[in-house]
T-cell receptor, first 115, second 115 residues
Framework: AQSVTQLDSHVSVSEGTPVLLRCNYS??????LFWYVQHPNKGLQLLLK??????LVKGINGFEAEFKKSETSFHLTKPSAHMSDAAEYFC?????????????FGTGTRLLVSP | EAQVTQNPRYLITVTGKKLTVTCSQN?????MSWYRQDPGLGLRQIYY???????DKGDVPEGYKVSRKEKRNFPLILESPSPNQTSLYFC??????????????FGPGTRLLVL
């Protein structure tokens, strides 16, 4: 069975400093991994995805994530936080079960960015 | 514009009064899903559909029904809503790439309050 653990429920950074949102996964299969962002009162937007190509994945808005199989991790990073990055971030693992993709969401990490 | 739409976006109802939340996608995706989002729990899958007339239960299907009579539409039906179904609901549709990997695209969400 697949599972995802987001290690921090809240992360606070100052504008201009690096962002690190941690995610560990468990999967019996070769997983696909995603990061989604949800701004207040908005839907979910895909930030980036890993699908067994390059282990360092670049996404939108300057975010990137590195797939580390040995550590079963897929941490999300950004070199310099912007106020507009304040949102909730979800790490997601997927697998194909019965021919259909099943997504398992982490519980989310709320990123707070202070001036 | 490629998108997933949901209606209504906000709904307040009373216990036992049947309701339907519609979901429509214009991307000709075969796969569609419904999720609910609750604080501290992330997103949990309610039902999914692999294609027209093919649906199956997700992780939390109790109290919900779905139908898939057309490829573009995947309505969520609450026959007799209860207060524990107060939640934020997301519809998603999936595109499978040449390697069988999928990326899910989410609707804007429907916030439901059951009194």
């Amino acid at each position: 069975a697949q599972s995802v653990t987001q290690l921090d429920s809240h992360v606070s950074v100052s504008e201009g400093t690096p962002v690190l949102l941690r995610c560990n996964y468990s999967s019996s299969y070769s997983p696909s991994l995603f990061w989604y962002v949800q701004h207040p009162n908005k839907g979910l937007q895909l930030l980036l995805k890993y699908t067994s190509a390059a282990t360092l994945v670049k996404g939108i808005n300057g975010f990137e994530a590195e797939f580390k199989k040995s550590e079963t991790s897929f941490h999300l990073t950004k070199p310099s936080a912007h106020m507009s990055d304040a949102a909730e971030y979800f790490c997601v693992v997927s697998s194909s079960e019965g021919g259909f993709q099943k997504l398992v969401f982490g519980t989310g990490t709320r990123l707070l960015v202070s001036p | 514009e490629a998108q997933v739409t949901q209606n209504p976006r906000y709904l307040i109802t009373v216990t036992g009064k049947k309701l339907t939340v519609t979901c429509s996608q214009n991307m000709n995706h075969e796969y569609m899903s419904w999720y609910r989002q609750d604080p501290g729990l992330g997103l949990r899958q309610i039902y999914y559909s692999m294609n027209v007339e093919v649906t199956d239960k997700g992780d939390v299907p109790e109290g919900y029904k779905v139908s898939r009579k057309e490829k573009r539409n995947f309505p969520l039906i609450l026959e007799s809503p209860s207060p524990n179904q107060t939640s934020l609901y997301f519809c998603a549709s999936s595109l499978r790439d040449g390697r069988g990997r999928e990326t899910q695209y989410f609707g804007p969400g429907t916030r439901l309050l059951v009194l």
